[in-house]
């Protein structure tokens, strides 16, 4: 099946001033960013990777342009909505980690479903289901002290990926952590993305991680110089996943499979494995934004639906033509 548009940028600039001064981190960008796609941008120190990635999850405001979630103009939303917006629909990860300290490993993970109102004994439940499915069941009651950074890392993707985000931002999620943790980090994350058809954005200055993404997108001083799609290590013939680091061999994914070692042969729902499909019990998010084409749902598309709260979720072939520009 075609895959649609989820994430469209049009003519994004942002420029910074500070003082008399101005630097213009993002030079009228135009994206698209595809349902399911695992997307890397790359560039140096100062080229505008963070600036973008904070633009695309509505962290901050663009300059000009805008910029689109499925239907919402994000670019539009005031912080509440946009607080409401991420709450259910986006996921982070952050390079420090960013777990609460004073709260376990089960907790931090357990936090987003606390948002979407899950009562405490489901929502510790998915916690460890989770917890397990990054290899890290027996850590669930440690604090983030308790824990080594990769370990902490691997608790930031199980809670970005627990609520069942539509797309996953991380900047630098590999920042602080050694080689082989990061083979490791990177391997758990586009498991998660890949199996769940999740669209991940991760933002780095490692040429090398370029190879897990499907697209790899380079800035240079805030313009894209280089955009392309290729096939990921992990898809491609041979590749074998390295074994989880604090997994003992008889855990160890079957080098058989050439996915990666997240979580993989079990094809069982995912509600079962962790992450939600939350709806059917609390009617409050949607699970899927549908996925129709443009030209089937014409009506939908023009004058799409809003919610109760004002977003519309359908993924868009086509911007609406009244895009508002700030
Ligand atoms: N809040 C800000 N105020 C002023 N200038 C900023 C601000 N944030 C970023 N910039 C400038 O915008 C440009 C792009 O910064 P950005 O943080 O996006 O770079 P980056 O590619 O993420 O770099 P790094 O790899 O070092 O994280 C830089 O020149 C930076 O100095
Ligand atoms: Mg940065």
């Given at each position: 099946m075609e895959?649609?548009s989820?994430?469209?940028?049009?003519?994004?600039r942002k420029?910074?001033r500070?003082?008399d001064?101005?630097?213009?981190?993002l030079?009228?960008?135009?994206l698209?960013?595809?349902q399911?796609q695992?997307?890397c941008?790359?560039?140096?120190?100062?080229s505008g990777?963070s600036?973008?990635?904070?633009q695309?999850?509505?962290?901050?405001?663009?300059?000009?342009?805008?910029?689109?979630i499925?239907?919402?103009?994000?670019?539009?939303?005031?912080?509440?909505?946009?607080?409401?917006?991420?709450?259910?629909?986006l996921?982070?990860?952050?390079?420090?980690?960013?777990?609460?300290p004073?709260?376990?490993?089960m907790?931090n993970v357990?936090?987003?479903l606390?948002?979407?109102?899950?009562?405490?004994?489901k929502?510790n439940?998915?916690?460890?289901k989770?917890?397990?499915?990054?290899?890290?069941?027996k850590?669930a009651?440690h604090?983030?002290t308790?824990m080594?950074?990769?370990?902490?890392q691997?608790v930031?993707?199980?809670?970005?990926?627990?609520?069942?985000p539509?797309?996953?931002?991380?900047?630098?999620?590999?920042?602080?952590?050694?080689?082989?943790?990061t083979?490791?980090?990177?391997?758990?994350m586009?498991?998660f993305?890949?199996?769940?058809?999740?669209?991940?954005?991760?933002?780095?200055?490692?040429?090398e991680?370029?190879?897990?993404?499907?697209?790899?997108?380079?800035?240079?001083?805030?313009?894209?110089?280089?955009?392309?799609?290729h096939?990921?290590?992990f898809?491609?013939?041979?590749?074998?996943?390295?074994?989880?680091?604090?997994?003992t061999?008889?855990e160890?994914?079957?080098?058989?499979?050439n996915s990666?070692?997240?979580?993989?042969?079990?094809?069982a729902?995912?509600?079962?494995?962790g992450?939600?499909?939350?709806?059917?019990?609390?009617?409050k998010?949607?699970?899927?934004?549908?996925?129709?084409?443009?030209?089937?749902?014409q009506?939908a598309a023009?004058n799409?639906?809003p919610q109760?709260?004002?977003?519309?979720f359908?993924?868009q072939e086509?911007?609406?033509?009244?895009?508002?520009?700030?």
């Amino acid at each position: 099946m075609e895959k649609k548009s989820i994430i469209r940028c049009e003519n994004l600039r942002k420029i910074y001033r500070i003082g008399d001064e101005k630097v213009v981190a993002l030079n009228n960008i135009n994206l698209d960013i595809l349902q399911g796609q695992i997307c890397c941008i790359v560039g140096t120190s100062g080229s505008g990777k963070s600036t973008l990635l904070n633009q695309l999850a509505g962290l901050e405001k663009p300059t000009k342009g805008c910029v689109y979630i499925g239907k919402t103009n994000i670019s539009t939303l005031n912080e509440n909505q946009l607080a409401t917006f991420r709450q259910r629909y986006l996921g982070f990860v952050f390079q420090s980690y960013n777990l609460l300290p004073t709260m376990t490993a089960m907790e931090n993970v357990a936090l987003p479903l606390e948002f979407k109102g899950y009562p405490k004994s489901k929502r510790n439940k998915i916690a460890m289901k989770m917890l397990e499915n990054v290899g890290l069941k027996k850590r669930a009651r440690h604090k983030p002290t308790e824990m080594s950074g990769g370990q902490q890392q691997r608790v930031g993707i199980a809670r970005a990926f627990v609520s069942n985000p539509k797309v996953i931002f991380a900047d630098e999620p590999t920042g602080n952590l050694d080689t082989k943790t990061t083979i490791d980090v990177m391997q758990t994350m586009v498991g998660f993305a890949r199996k769940y058809n999740e669209t991940l954005i991760i933002v780095t200055h490692d040429p090398e991680l370029a190879d897990y993404a499907d697209r790899v997108i380079t800035l240079i001083d805030g313009n894209i110089t280089n955009d392309y799609t290729h096939v990921p290590i992990f898809e491609r013939e041979g590749y074998v996943p390295v074994p989880r680091l604090s997994e003992t061999k008889k855990e160890a994914p079957s080098e058989k499979t050439n996915s990666p070692s997240l979580p993989q042969e079990n094809s069982a729902p995912r509600q079962e494995e962790g992450a939600l499909p939350l709806e059917e019990e609390t009617g409050k998010i949607p699970a899927e934004i549908p996925v129709e084409s443009f030209s089937e749902t014409q009506d939908a598309a023009e004058n799409p639906k809003p919610q109760e709260d004002g977003f519309c979720f359908e993924i868009q072939e086509e911007i609406p033509s009244d895009h508002v520009e700030i």
